[in-house]
T-cell receptor
Framework: AQTVTQSQPEMSVQEAETVTLSCTYD???????LFWYKQPPSRQMILVIR??????QNATENRFSVNFQKAAKSFSLKISDSQLGDAAMYFCAYRSSSGTASKLTFGTGTRLQVTL | KAGVTQTPRYLIKTRGQQVTLSCSPISGHRSVSWYQQTPGQGLQFLFEYFSETQRNKGNFPGRFSGRQFSNSRSEMNVSTLELGDSALYLC?????????????FGPGTRLTVL
């Protein structure tokens, strides 16, 4: 079974600064997808960024980028130029590419605070 | 395009009762997944439906069940409620079950069991 570990329960960053959230995972599969989801206090989960394991290039979405290290099974999220609206719970998630199951396996989350 | 809707948003029940939660996916989406979110266990996969068929099930007791209708709307049912069933229940929809397809989450139903 796959597992996802987020070792930072809470992080804090000043507005306009950069912060990196860590995620490691364990799997025996060679092909899979990794995701970062954001859950603001309103609770609606939003996809931030997605990475296909077969792609060596790290995904980037505006101020959000990932550092995907497949051999180390590491998938960190970097938020640049942090904004107050970035304050939320961030979940790292894994999805197998085998079959057609949509099951996401989530980490325990990192609560990000953004201060002035 | 309207997002995923879940009803009701809040629910209070007592132990031993049963409850039904509803999820309406984004128009055109045919796959619906359910997750339970608790402070202790985090986000856990309950089940996934596609074309009215359960395709995948998480590690939950038989008291948790679900179904999907021909219009892709889905319901989940929890019978004989226990205190530990208090949680936020999230529904997510996608076009198809394929792993590449983005899942869009609803706002959740907050269930409190007294």
């Amino acid at each position: 079974a796959q597992t996802v570990t987020q070792s930072q329960p809470e992080m804090s960053v000043q507005e306009a600064e950069t912060v990196t959230l860590s995620c490691t995972y364990d799997t025996s599969e060679s092909d899979y997808y990794l995701f970062w989801y954001k859950q603001p206090p309103s609770r609606q989960m939003i996809l931030v960024i997605r990475q296909e394991a077969y792609k060596q290039q790290n995904a980037t979405e505006n101020r959000f980028s990932v550092n995907f290290q497949k051999a180390a099974k590491s998938f960190s999220l970097k938020i640049s130029d942090s904004q107050l609206g970035d304050a939320a719970m961030y979940f790292c998630a894994y999805r197998s590419s085998s079959g057609t199951a949509s099951k996401l396996t989530f980490g325990t989350g990192t609560r990000l605070q953004v201060t002035l | 395009k309207a997002g995923v809707t879940q009803t009701p948003r809040y629910l209070i029940k007592t132990r031993g009762q049963q409850v039904t939660l509803s999820c309406s996916p984004i128009s055109g989406h045919r796959s619906v997944s359910w997750y339970q979110q608790t402070p202790g266990q985090g986000l856990q996969f309950l089940f996934e439906y596609f074309s009215e068929t359960q395709r995948n099930k998480g590690n939950f007791p038989g008291r948790f069940s679900g179904r999907q209708f021909s219009n892709s709307r889905s319901e989940m049912n929890v019978s004989t409620l226990e205190l530990g069933d208090s949680a936020l229940y999230l529904c997510a929809s996608s076009m198809d079950p394929g792993p590449y397809n983005e899942q869009f989450f609803g706002p959740g139903t907050r269930l409190t069991v007294l």
